[in-house]
């Protein structure tokens, strides 16, 4: 569902955010998977609450505007899809490992790679199918 009831997003901050995903990931591949939580728990709430509502982005926020580079504003519901995105992609990966499954590797290896193109370029797949959906079925 389109989401106009909250407020919009700074992109720098969104940016930063990838950033920290990555580094979580990278850090679950590399040092113990049991890192994943926290992506895991920050997808929920922002893909549920919304980036207002979660205790990170705020934080970026203050700390943005003191630097004075907080980037442009974002619509927030392509940016709630990727974040339950997130919350799905990694609660597989922790379900995978906590089987046994060496195939925990594959969503965060794809977390890695989609985080990486949002902090690099700015590129975010799922607003991307987020926005086409929308073309495609538009609400009535």
Not at 74 to 97: N, Q, T
Not at 109 to 121: G, N, Q
Request: with cysteine.
């Amino acid at each position: 569902m389109l989401r106009f009831d909250v407020p919009q997003v700074w992109s720098n901050g969104i940016r930063w955010e990838a950033f920290v995903t990555f580094l979580l990931c990278c850090v679950a591949l590399t040092v113990t998977p049991w890192v994943l939580v926290l992506p895991m728990g920050k997808g929920a709430v922002r893909g549920v609450l919304g980036h207002h509502r979660c205790p990170s982005p705020l934080l970026w926020k203050r700390l943005f505007t003191k630097a004075g580079i907080l980037g442009m504003k974002e619509d927030a519901g392509p940016k709630m899809f990727a974040a339950k995105i997130l919350f799905f992609a990694s609660s597989v990966s922790m379900a995978l490992y906590s089987i046994g499954s060496p195939l925990w590797k594959v969503p965060c290896i794809a977390l890695i790679v989609f985080s990486t193109l949002e902090w690099a370029v700015s590129f975010c797949a799922a607003c991307r199918v987020y926005g086409a959906w929308y073309r495609r079925f538009p609400p009535a």
